[in-house]
């Protein structure tokens, strides 16, 4: 049992699809996008944040959020069809909780110079973005 759950996240972890899922390239994020990466960011109603989507011109988003203290990981694959299912444009995924992952020529896609924190304003959440070259 235990040699089939490791098998399972090694799976899982070195999906292509996982990596292919994540966004790279030059975006900019339309204000509808960028204000609903702020709520999912803010969480709240008992929901942290897990997985938010774009799509690759930065018009459109989805988001996951999990209750608090629960988290699964979310089905990329099958979250990036619904997205372009509903938008009908491609999608990627833009952050993984509040860490963004799409990588650009500034944005590493990891570490403390890619994530948001929850309690910034809207203000301060646009700062970064732009910082990132997210926003013009």
């Known amino acids: 049992m235990k040699l089939l759950k490791i ?3 090694f799976l899982f972890f070195s999906s292509p699809s996982l990596a292919s899922g994540i966004g790279k390239g030059p975006v ?3 204000q509808g996008t960028v204000d609903h990466f702020i709520d999912y960011i803010k969480g709240g109603y008992g929901k942290s944040p897990s997985t938010f ?10 988001s996951w ?4 203290g629960s988290c699964q ?3 990329v ?9 509903y938008w009908q444009k491609e999608c990627k995924v833009f952050a993984k909780r509040r860490t963004i992952k ?12 890619s994530r948001i924190k929850s309690k910034w304003n809207r203000s301060e959440v646009n700062n970064k973005l ?6 013009n």
């Open 7 to 9: 098998i399972i996240i």
């Open 28 to 30: 900019t994020l339309s």
């Open 53 to 62: 989507l774009i799509t690759t011109d930065g018009d459109g988003s989805s």
């Open 65 to 68: 959020c999990c209750p608090e």
């Open 73 to 75: 990981a979310t089905n």
């Open 77 to 85: 694959p099958q979250a990036i069809l619904r997205c372009e299912q």
């Open 102 to 113: 799409w990588k650009n020529d500034i944005n590493p896609g990891k570490g403390k110079q």
């Open 130 to 135: 732009r910082e990132l070259g997210f926003l």
